[in-house]
């Protein structure tokens, strides 16, 4: 196991188009997480897992996105009718719970681009 | 709300010196502080973090100070090297409550051979 994958790396999409994301996570790490980064921003938090369950969203995560971790192993990240706006990297992560001295395991993102 | 601040969008430092980079944060609650650091076309890398209950945490060349009656931490990195060039993320946590982290916007770091 050598660390968060996701899938795509890039996705260009056309606008009102849907995307799926995929991040398989380090094995071990019950928790998953799903970030937004935009140019010249840190990222921003849009929801988590713990296992199988989504424990948290985002005010962030509009009704057009969805999240799933069916299993508890790999999530996906679906973001429905693309706009502009949804341009962004999306970085997921993975952790074991209550190990915050440890910060997350990033993978190397997604970038899409909507045009 | 910006719950973490980095003022300084960019640092050059030659190489040998001591790089400085700062975080400001408002949010009282936080109690653990990470920073990361970020290589183009990669993920946010874990580089150092501190607990509330600590003032510094050193790691080899890298050691980050925790203020926190000023709300300020910084990380220090003695000496700086090329390969250290990157962008560094403050991010802060309250733990218990999902381990979600607030970020800062990042200060690209450039060393000087």
């Known amino acids: 196991d050598t660390g968060v994958s996701q899938d795509p790396r890039h996705k260009i999409t056309k606008r009102g188009q849907n995307v799926t994301f995929r991040c398989d996570p380090i094995s071990e790490h019950n928790r998953l997480y799903w970030y937004r980064q935009t140019l010249g921003q840190g990222p921003e938090f849009l929801t988590y897992?713990?296992?199988?369950?989504?424990?948290?969203k985002s005010r962030l995560l509009s009704d057009r996105f969805s999240a799933e971790r069916p299993k508890g192993s790999f999530s996906t990240l679906e973001i429905q009718r693309t706009e502009q706006g949804d341009s962004a990297m999306y970085l997921c992560?993975?952790?074991?719970?209550?190990?915050?001295?440890?910060?997350?395991?990033f993978g190397s993102g997604t970038r899409l681009t909507v045009v | 709300d910006q719950q973490v601040k980095q003022n300084s969008p960019s640092l050059s430092v030659q190489e040998g010196r001591i790089s400085i980079l700062n975080c400001d944060y408002t949010?009282?609650?936080?109690?653990?502080f990470l920073w990361y650091k970020k290589y183009p076309a990669e993920g946010p890398t874990f580089l150092i973090s501190?607990?509330?209950?600590?003032d510094k945490n050193e790691d080899g060349r890298f050691t980050v100070f925790l203020n926190k009656s000023a709300k300020h931490l910084s990380l220090h990195i003695v000496p700086s090297q090329p390969g250290d060039s990157a962008v560094y993320f403050c991010?802060?946590?309250?733990?218990?409550?999902?381990?979600?982290?607030?970020f800062g916007t990042g200060t690209s770091l450039t060393v000087i051979p």
């Open positions: 949010n009282s609650m936080f109690d653990y």
């Open positions: 897992f713990q296992n199988e369950a989504q424990l948290e």
């Open positions: 992560a993975s952790s074991f719970p209550l190990q915050e001295q440890y910060g997350y395991t």
């Open positions: 991010a802060a946590s309250v733990s218990n409550t999902g381990n979600q982290f607030y």
């Open positions: 501190i607990s509330s209950i600590k």
